[in-house]
C-alpha cells in the first residue's frame, strides 16, 4: 500500500507563487506516474498535472499550462507542483495521486493511490 502526504499549501495574493510536496511512503510505485488534481467547493475533482516515472513526458491541463511546473525526485519519492502566478480561480484543495502503470494520464479514475489534500487559496 502506498500513501502519500501533500505539503505546502497556504494563503497567497493573485500572482504570487506556492510550491506544493507529495511525499511517498515507500521508494517504487512500480515505475509508475504521479499526477495532481484540484477540487473547488461545489466542483468536481479536475486534472492539474502528472508526469511520468523518469519525468520524461508531463501532461498539464490547459488553464495551467504556462503557470505550473511538475516534477519529481525518485531518490526522495517525492513530487512537487510548483505553481506560478497564481489566480483567485485556482484556489482549491489539491490532490496528489500515484498509479502503478506508466500513463500520465489525465482520468482521475486511472490513479490508484490518493493523498488526503492540501489546501490552497489566493486572494484576490
Known amino acids: 500500500q502506498v500513501q502519500l502526504v501533500e505539503s505546502g499549501g497556504g494563503l497567497v495574493q493573485a500572482g504570487g507563487s506556492l510550491r506544493l510536496s507529495c511525499a511517498a511512503s515507500?521508494?517504487?510505485?512500480?515505475?509508475?506516474?504521479m499526477g495532481w488534481f484540484r477540487q473547488a467547493p461545489g466542483k468536481e475533482r479536475e486534472f492539474v498535472a502528472a508526469i511520468t516515472w523518469s519525468g520524461g513526458s508531463t501532461n498539464y491541463a490547459d488553464s495551467v499550462k504556462g503557470r505550473f511546473t511538475i516534477s519529481r525526485d525518485n531518490a526522495k519519492n517525492t513530487v512537487y507542483l510548483q505553481m506560478n502566478s497564481l489566480k483567485p480561480e485556482d484556489t482549491a484543495v489539491y490532490y496528489c495521486?500515484?498509479?502503478?502503470?506508466?500513463?500520465?494520464?489525465?482520468?482521475?479514475?486511472?490513479?490508484?493511490?490518493w493523498g488526503q489534500g492540501t489546501q490552497v487559496t489566493v486572494s484576490s
Open positions: 495521486a500515484a498509479r502503478n502503470s506508466n500513463n500520465n494520464s489525465a482520468r482521475a479514475t486511472s490513479y490508484d493511490y
Open positions: 515507500r521508494r517504487t510505485f512500480g515505475g509508475g506516474a
